[in-house]
């Protein structure tokens, strides 16, 4: 009766295996969890004892809190609760480590598994039939992704103003485009550059021609100057550049002479407003040559129009435009303009598809055309758009799709 009336509190614990055994055990909260665990092997694995390892193979895990129990530590000290779940789970075995010799013969194995020679593999292709692969068919395979871009950009381009000019606020839509244009720095100068050479001493016509064609660089450019200062040609303007006065009228003339027919007689202000953006949008998007690559080729003998036409088809690479020139040059100046088939199953397809129908209707779209249209190596920046992104997204997929089949 004294054993009884100051034994600790019994707790009743639901105990649980992996192969789904499950239990009750009645325990005083101050049995340690090593007898714990021995209760509980002797019920789910009778017999296990006689090997005193059993116990040490096995551990218990509170439930609630995934903790492992300490087998020297008391079910009290461990806070186990009253119908606490506990898991007896036995222990993995520890990774043994390789013997030596095992070590030894697998190198050995892979020494023996190294690629074959120059000789070996002749040997065992001596039988095949010979055949050539035809590399400029690879090469043109390569690149026809690109050009193909380029022929739907154009055509695209064109399905773009056509249903914006349907959009009743296109006008302000598109002034608001003109004014995100106005803020490229592409023609901009580094006026603390320009500054510092113009306080120097020299005129500031040439400095800003010198930090143009040395990237901004003050250092490169006063040198450029220096090397310069007795040069009759030091004050021409660029190569491919026209004087500050004239680009404004012949790049406009270019515009109106790629947009067509003037939309004048359409009646319409709204139409003719929107056009002269269309105008706008298209002369601040004309393609800018190299300078530097411009100067190069031409010291190479090559007439500055040709080699303008050069750079403009190699995106600016000044080795691809040396290439260019001396061979065939294909694909012309003039390929560059043409849009793709309108009636062809890709175009079509494109057209089809809802994400580039919707993608057409949002002037940043056609601004992205325009852009990827003369500089090529801004597609990168287009793509990563969250706007324009997945509609160039979906142009490559439904091209890839249509090439394989």
């Given at each position: 009766?004294?054993e009884?009336?100051f034994?600790?509190?019994?707790l009743r ?13 009645e325990v005083?909260?101050?049995t ?8 509980c092997?002797?019920h789910?694995?009778?017999g296990?004892l006689e090997?005193?390892?059993?116990v040490?193979h096995?551990?218990l895990?509170?439930?609630t809190s995934e903790?492992?129990?300490?087998d ?9 609760q009253?119908r606490d779940v506990?898991?007896l ?7 043994l480590l390789?013997?030596m010799a095992?070590v030894v013969?697998e190198?050995?194995r892979?020494?023996?598994q190294k690629?074959p020679?120059?000789?070996a593999?002749l040997?065992a292709t001596?039988s095949?039939?010979?055949?050539s692969v ?20 154009v055509?695209?381009?064109e399905?773009?103003?056509k249903?914006?000019?349907l959009n009743p ?5 598109f002034?608001k485009?003109n004014?995100?244009?106005?803020e ?8 603390i ?6 306080e120097m ?7 800003v021609?010198?930090l143009r ?6 250092t ?9 200062a ?9 190569p ?7 680009p404004?009228e012949g790049?406009a003339s270019?515009?109106?002479?790629a947009?067509?027919p003037?939309?004048?007689e359409g009646g319409?202000?709204?139409k003719?407003e929107?056009t ?6 298209r ?6 040559p190299d ?10 003998g090559f007439d500055?129009k040709?080699?303008v036409?050069a750079l ?5 690479q ?10 065939d040059?294909k ?8 849009g793709i088939?309108t009636n062809?199953?890709l175009?079509?397809?494109i057209?089809?598809?809802?994400v580039?129908q ?10 992205a055309?325009?852009?990827m249209?003369?500089n090529p190596l801004?597609s990168?920046?287009w793509m ?5 992104g997945p509609?160039?997204l979906?142009i ?10």
């Amino acid at each position: 009766q004294e054993e009884k009336i100051f034994a600790g509190k019994v707790l009743r614990l639901h105990v649980c295996t992996m192969e789904g055994a499950e239990w009750l055990e009645e325990v005083p909260e101050d049995t340690t969890v090593e007898k714990l665990k021995e209760r509980c092997l002797k019920h789910c694995l009778p017999g296990s004892l006689e090997d005193p390892k059993t116990v040490t193979h096995h551990k218990l895990i509170h439930a609630t809190s995934e903790k492992v129990l300490t087998d020297t530590k008391t079910v009290l000290e461990e806070n186990i609760q009253d119908r606490d779940v506990l898991l007896l789970i036995k222990k993995r075995a520890p990774t043994l480590l390789p013997k030596m010799a095992d070590v030894v013969a697998e190198e050995k194995r892979k020494q023996e598994q190294k690629a074959p020679d120059k000789d070996a593999i002749l040997k065992a292709t001596a039988s095949l039939p010979a055949r050539s692969v035809d590399r400029t068919v690879t090469h043109h395979n390569m690149r026809d992704f690109q050009t193909e871009l380029r022929k739907i950009l154009v055509s695209l381009i064109e399905v773009a103003q056509k249903l914006l000019a349907l959009n009743p606020d296109a006008v302000e839509l598109f002034k608001k485009a003109n004014a995100m244009l106005d803020e490229d720095e592409e023609d901009r100068v580094d006026e603390i550059a320009l500054r510092q050479l113009t306080e120097m001493g020299f005129p500031e016509s040439r400095a800003v021609k010198a930090l143009r064609l040395n990237h901004m660089s003050v250092t490169q450019a006063m040198e450029w100057l220096i090397e310069h200062a007795d040069d009759p040609s030091v004050d021409a303007p660029l190569p491919g550049q026209a004087p500050a006065e004239a680009p404004a009228e012949g790049a406009a003339s270019s515009a109106e002479a790629a947009a067509g027919p003037s939309s004048e007689e359409g009646g319409e202000e709204a139409k003719d407003e929107l056009t002269e953006i269309f105008k706008k949008i298209r002369r601040k998007r004309e393609f800018r040559p190299d300078p530097r690559a411009v100067i190069a080729l031409m010291e190479m003998g090559f007439d500055e129009k040709e080699v303008v036409d050069a750079l403009r088809v190699n995106n600016n690479q000044q080795n691809a435009a040396c290439e260019w020139l001396l061979g065939d040059r294909k694909p012309s100046p003039e390929d560059l303009d043409k849009g793709i088939d309108t009636n062809s199953p890709l175009f079509q397809a494109i057209l089809e598809n809802p994400v580039v129908q919707l993608g057409l209707t949002n002037p940043k779209t056609l601004l992205a055309f325009e852009d990827m249209l003369e500089n090529p190596l801004n597609s990168t920046q287009w793509m990563n758009d969250p706007e324009t992104g997945p509609v160039m997204l979906q142009i490559s997929r439904i091209f890839q799709t249509l090439n394989r089949t």
